[in-house]
């Protein structure tokens, strides 16, 4: 017994399950293919070209924010320089006032207030130096070593860095500027004004924002897109294949609607003509098949009647043959051969015209197949023996009955034991009788001249005959399998066959232990167990 599912179980078994249905629908519709590609394409080009432009306008943005931040420092850095060019610095109190007065001045030209100034490492001691100031942002790393040293070696050029800004919003980027600066009196001192640039990161996630949802936009009016014009394309396609698979299916008189005068209207006017076309032609064959089959009816009945007569007379003739001279007496024999095989084909042709007409019916009764078998060895084991064959049955099985009609099963036997004979070459013959559950079958095996491959194709084609020159002694008509296999087909079995040149042919029937009820197993095997076996020899040709 199997534990119950989950709800989760059954989710997942459930989504599992969707690769394989994924692949199914990718194969089987045209629509759902073309509307992903689409789709796919879509988003590739929606995607690089969005990168694209988040990059550019990333860096552009970058670029004219620095311009700008560089522009803003070096005005302050020269307004800071005048100052202390034009101050008058004659102690230590007038310099701290002057870099007071430096230090409001930066923030106040510059648009940001966070500035630091210090006094640059490695000159001599200055006692009327003042001492550095610096925003509280700018502690804690923000002025890198590298920045500084840079600074520090290059007078009066200005160098940049960006930098990670901790604000009261967190951190933030942004780009800190310095130079160094010579105060009158006090030595140089580095300056440094850093810049806040979330503004600028603020438009781009804007940007970065408004572009995703743009691009999804995109995406699913492309899919709608892609899905009606499919749809438009694709219908008709869809209508003209189902009404040509109706139409593969025999149903003849479909038709597709002509609407319009573009490709799909020519599509469906050429679908129509050419089902007009294949409509009259069958038709016309239909009759022409009707005509043929009247034609062979009715000759074959009119045909019955002088040959009545002339059976009577050679009745006559060949009772009587041995009153004639020698070379009459063989005349004689000739005719009356002659006359069998000319009543043997004509009841053939009749048989086989029944057929055609669709008039057959099964007359079906409890038959025991082995016994069957057995009569029919026994009615013909006088024919064998003069052709030197010995015919064996073996039956394993079979020997329950059931329900065919046994008229035209002792035919079918009698047909393969007789071609048996016929072909045999005076070897022994084996027909093999079994059965199971749902089947019952019958095999008769040969060790004669056997059939080639595209022999054996056309062996139950009607008036074939694998070479005509061969000798025939039974009078075969070439209608015998043939009719045979319209017999088995009637109960719903078949009949197929095994055969190699030189090693003897095995025909085989099977038939459904109910008449027209699915055949789904064989008692038997095609190919024989003595396939590869020897040959068994003739009698006589023992050494
Ligand atoms: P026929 O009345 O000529 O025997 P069939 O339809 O019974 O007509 O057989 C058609 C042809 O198949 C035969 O002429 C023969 O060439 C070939 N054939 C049938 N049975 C055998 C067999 N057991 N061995 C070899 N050839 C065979």
């Excluded at 109910?514 to 020899?537: E, K």
Aim: charged share 20%.
């Amino acid at each position: 017994m199997s534990s119950p599912l989950s709800v989760a179980e059954l989710g997942l078994s459930q989504v599992r399950t969707w690769p394989r249905r994924i692949r199914a629908l990718w194969r089987r519709s045209l629509r759902f293919r073309t509307v992903s590609i689409t789709v796919a394409l879509t988003l590739v080009a929606v995607l690089a070209s969005g990168l694209y432009m988040s990059i550019s306008v990333r860096n552009d943005l970058f670029s004219s924010r620095l311009n700008q931040v560089l522009d803003d420092s070096s005005r302050t850095m020269n307004s800071v320089q005048r100052l202390f060019e034009s101050a008058d610095i004659s102690d230590r109190v007038a310099i701290t006032t002057v870099m007071n007065t430096v230090r409001n001045q930066m923030a106040a030209t510059s648009s940001s207030q966070l500035i630091a100034g210090y006094r640059a490492p490695g000159q001599e001691y200055n006692p009327y130096a003042p001492q550095g100031f610096r925003s509280s942002e700018l502690a804690g790393g923000v002025l890198s070593t590298d920045l500084r040293h840079t600074v520090q070696d290059n007078l009066g050029e200005q160098w940049w860095q960006s930098v990670t800004l901790t604000t009261q919003d967190g951190d933030v980027p942004g780009v800190v500027v310095g130079q160094l600066v010579d105060v009158p009196g006090a030595g140089q001192y580095e300056f440094y004004i850093a810049f806040d640039l979330s503004d600028s990161e603020q438009t781009l996630q804007f940007l970065q924002q408004t572009m995703l949802i743009v691009g999804l936009a995109l995406l699913l009016l492309v899919g709608a897109v892609a899905w009606v014009v499919v749809r438009l394309v694709v219908e008709p396609i869809t209508i003209a294949a189902e009404t040509s698979q109706r139409l593969a299916d025999g149903d003849l008189g479909v038709r597709i609607r002509e609407t319009g005068a573009d490709e799909l209207a020519t599509l469906a006017r050429s679908f129509n003509g050419m089902a007009d076309t294949l409509q009259q032609r069958i038709r016309e064959l239909a009759e022409l098949s009707l005509v043929q089959q009247r034609f062979v009816s009715d000759v074959s009945h009119e045909l019955r009647t002088p040959l009545t007569t002339i059976r009577l007379a050679d009745d006559v003739i060949y009772d009587q043959r041995h009153t004639f001279p020698p070379a009459t007496t063989r005349t004689a024999e000739l005719l009356h051969t002659q006359v069998e095989r000319f009543e043997v084909l004509l009841d053939d042709l009749l048989e086989i015209s029944r057929y055609d007409a669709g008039s057959v019916q099964l007359e079906l009764e409890p038959t025991n197949l082995a016994s069957l078998a057995q009569d029919c060895i026994d009615g013909m084991e006088a024919l064998a023996a003069e052709r030197g064959s010995d015919i064996r049955l073996v039956a394993p099985g079979g020997h329950g009955d059931v329900e065919i009609d046994p008229r035209r099963i002792r035919r079918i036997v009698r047909n393969l034991i007789g071609n048996a004979i016929e072909h045999g070459e005076g070897r022994p013959i084996v027909v093999t009788v079994d059965s199971n559950a749902d089947a019952v079958a019958l095999s008769v095996r040969d060790y004669g001249l056997g059939m080639s491959e595209s022999d054996q194709e056309h062996v139950f084609d009607r008036f074939w005959r694998a070479d005509p020159s061969r000798r025939r002694t039974i009078g075969g008509t070439g209608l015998g399998l043939a009719i045979s296999t319209e017999d088995a087909a009637l109960h719903g079995g078949v009949l197929d066959v095994w055969s190699r040149p030189a090693e003897g042919s095995s025909f085989r029937l099977t038939l459904p232990r109910v008449a027209g009820g699915p055949l789904t197993t064989y008692p038997l095997s095609r190919v024989p167990a003595d396939a590869d076996g020897t040959t068994p020899v003739r009698k006589g040709e023992e050494s």
